[in-house]
């Protein structure tokens, strides 16, 4: 029969075939039967094996795929572990191109930067350490604890302090170069309180007690807590710059000194020429100039308080033939003594003798009124005569003697100074003309000089 293998195949192919054979059985002789069974039998144990040695080729499989994994993940410990030790050189393989792949890809990508980046610092690290080594300032590192031994110092601070070497100087206390400990301490409070220090200028002690002159630069840094951490320090020596500005401010205070003295002499001169410009050069009392100043003055401010203002023309009689008589030395003399009379009767700081030219004499009396005018013409007329100058020209007396004028007026819109000196002026021509040796007043009103 056909029908059989044709069953037998599909069962082979299909567990589910032996329910088509049982049926197509039920339908054939036992012997029939009974042969298929065991075909079918047969292939159950055959499909059983099959799986069963499937299984084993699936689990080898995987072993193996494991133990290859294995491996590699361990090489990437093993290179992970190295790279924690700071060998920069550890890589890892890369064979496959699958996770494990990607991953050793990356992993030995950040291994190479981190190789240019340690490259790149310990650059940057080399040429720092060869400015701080080589720089002409001393550089120093402190922890921030109370240890007065510093961390780090450069050669040039070690020069500087007059140590043989850095590591010399690194075994001494800093309380041994700080002039002062208290200095030392001051300085580190305020760099504490105020994070730094610039330019803080102070005195340093050198290895063999000399003291120099330094300017301290400070910055505190903090680690994570916001604790200090160290203190770094630029030191300058400056002593010589100190020295300088000591020489500078030495000469500044000489040549300010010699400036004052020398000032002090400008002002003694100046005033000896202004007293020259405004005093006579025979007399020693005050000259026109001054003497027209003074009026000026004298005026302004007697128009402004409207106070009197007394002016006497003083005339030494008949001083031309005394003059042609016994000469210029004497005829000097003579008025030199006159004018010591006058400026011995003007007692006031206000009250100004002058002479006015030649012979002429003039006195400025401001807030004095006629009365006290005539008071002080009658003094000099007597004072004059009591010098006792021998005078034989005089028809009149036997000495020398003088004529006084005086005018006296408070000033207003109808006076000026000129109607004041005019006024005078004809009172001591009235003098003259009444005989010399005496004074006439004239005490100007509205319409008196006019």
């Keep these: 029969m056909t029908v059989i293998p044709l069953l037998v195949t599909t069962a082979i192919i299909g567990y589910n075939g032996e329910k088509a054979l049982t049926s197509v059985l039920m339908n054939h002789n036992g012997d029939a039967a009974q042969h298929a069974e065991s075909i079918v039998n047969h292939v159950k144990r055959t499909g059983i094996v099959m799986s069963m040695l499937a299984a084993l080729f699936a689990s080898l499989i995987s072993i193996m795929i494991a133990g290859r994994m294995t491996k590699r993940i361990i090489d990437i410990a093993t290179v992970t572990e190295r790279l924690a030790t700071g060998d920069l050189d550890a890589m890892i393989k890369i064979t496959t191109g699958d996770e494990l792949g990607q991953l050793a890809m990356t992993f030995n990508n950040i291994?190479?930067?981190?190789?240019?980046?340690?490259?790149?610092?310990?650059?940057?690290?080399?040429?720092?350490?060869?400015?701080?080594?080589?720089?002409?300032?001393?550089v120093y590192r402190k922890t921030g604890s109370d240890n007065s031994f510093m961390e780090y110092v450069n050669p040039a601070l070690a020069r500087m302090l007059g140590f043989p070497s850095a590591e010399e100087l690194l075994k001494t206390s800093a309380a041994t170069y700080f002039s002062d400990q208290e200095s030392f301490n001051l300085l580190l409070k305020e760099i504490n309180q105020q994070?730094?220090?610039?330019?803080?200028?102070?005195?340093?002690?050198?290895?063999?007690?000399?003291v120099i002159w330094c300017s301290v630069t400070a910055i505190k840094h903090f680690d994570a807590k916001r604790e200090l951490f160290w203190i770094d320090s630029v030191v300058e020596d400056i002593t010589e710059r100190k020295m300088a500005e000591k020489l500078?401010?030495?000469?500044?205070?000489?040549?300010?000194?010699?400036?004052?003295?020398?000032?002090?002499?400008?002002?003694?001169?100046?005033?000896?020429?202004?007293?020259i410009s405004i005093q006579?050069?025979?007399?020693?009392?005050?000259?026109?100039?001054?003497?027209?100043?003074?009026?000026?003055?004298?005026?302004?401010?007697?128009?402004?308080?409207?106070?009197?203002?007394?002016?006497?023309?003083?005339?030494?009689?008949?001083?031309?033939?005394?003059?042609?008589?016994?000469?210029?030395v004497v005829g000097d003399q003579c008025l030199k003594r006159i004018a010591g009379v006058l400026q011995g009767l003007c007692t006031r700081a206000t009250?100004?003798?002058?002479?006015?030219?030649?012979?002429?004499?003039a006195i400025i009396l401001p807030n004095t009124d006629q009365q006290n005018a005539e008071k002080l013409g009658k003094q000099i007329l007597v004072r004059v005569r009591e010098l006792g100058i021998r005078n034989a020209t005089s028809v009149s007396s036997q000495i020398v003697t003088v004529s006084l004028g005086?005018?006296?007026?408070?000033?207003?819109?109808s006076f000026t100074q000129d109607k004041l000196v005019i006024a005078a002026d004809q009172a001591l021509y009235q003098a003259k003309k009444a005989g010399r040796n005496q004074l006439r007043v004239t005490s100007l009103t509205e319409g008196l000089l006019a």
């Design 248 to 275: 500078l401010r030495q000469a500044h205070d000489d040549l300010e000194l010699k400036v004052k003295e020398r000032t002090q002499e400008l002002r003694l001169l100046n005033e000896k020429l202004y007293r």
């Design 111 to 138: 291994v190479a930067q981190l190789k240019a980046s340690g490259a790149e610092l310990r650059d940057s690290e080399e040429k720092y350490r060869s400015l701080v080594e080589n720089i002409n300032v001393g």
């Design 406 to 413: 005086i005018a006296i007026c408070i000033p207003s819109d």
């Design 195 to 210: 994070g730094a220090v610039k330019n803080r200028e102070m005195m340093l002690n050198k290895k063999d007690g000399t």
């Design 351 to 361: 009250d100004l003798a002058a002479r006015y030219g030649g012979e002429e004499f």
């Design 280 to 328: 006579d050069g025979l007399t020693g009392i005050a000259n026109r100039r001054c003497f027209d100043e003074c009026l000026e003055r004298e005026w302004q401010r007697a128009s402004r308080e409207q106070l009197p203002l007394a002016l006497i023309m003083m005339d030494v009689d008949l001083f031309k033939h005394y003059n042609d008589t016994y000469g210029h």
